[in-house]
Nanobody, 121 residues
Framework: QVQLVESGGGVVQAGGSLRLSCAASGRTFSRYVMGWFRQAPGKERESVARISRTGSNTVYASSVKGRLTISRDNAKNTVYLQMNSLKPEDTAVYYC??????????????WGKGTLVTVSS
């Protein structure tokens, strides 16, 4: 089992940047595909980005491609989401998640509690 704790959310103006971090407990972090998801007010949760166990492969939602970058540091048991050129529509609670399954599809096995990102216009 793995526990996930997100940090780095906050309020930023449109066009600005934020970096989210997700710290994972345990010694088996490198066994998990990691992902970032988000849920905006009144909307369903959506996948933002996923990264493979070694970090060599990544998958992005079309709405964030070129602006958000997922990365991981297995030595620090941490996954990051660098968010640039933020837009008001990026406002959401961002969740970190882990799975032993595929980077390309399927559900996630473990979830953090989320961190709020607010982008003001």
């Amino acid at each position: 089992q793995v526990q996930l704790v997100e940090s780095g959310g906050g309020v930023v103006q449109a066009g600005g940047s934020l970096r989210l971090s997700c710290a994972a407990s345990g010694r088996t972090f490198s066994r998990y595909v990691m992902g970032w998801f988000r849920q905006a007010p009144g909307k369903e949760r959506e996948s933002v980005a996923r990264i493979s166990r070694t970090g060599s492969n990544t998958v992005y939602a079309s709405s964030v491609k070129g602006r958000l970058t997922i990365s991981r540091d297995n030595a620090k048991n941490t996954v990051y989401l660098q968010m640039n050129s933020l837009k008001p529509e990026d406002t959401a609670v961002y969740y970190c998640a882990a799975t032993t399954g595929s980077i390309y599809d399927g559900g996630m096995d473990y979830w953090g509690k989320g961190t709020l990102v607010t982008v003001s216009s």
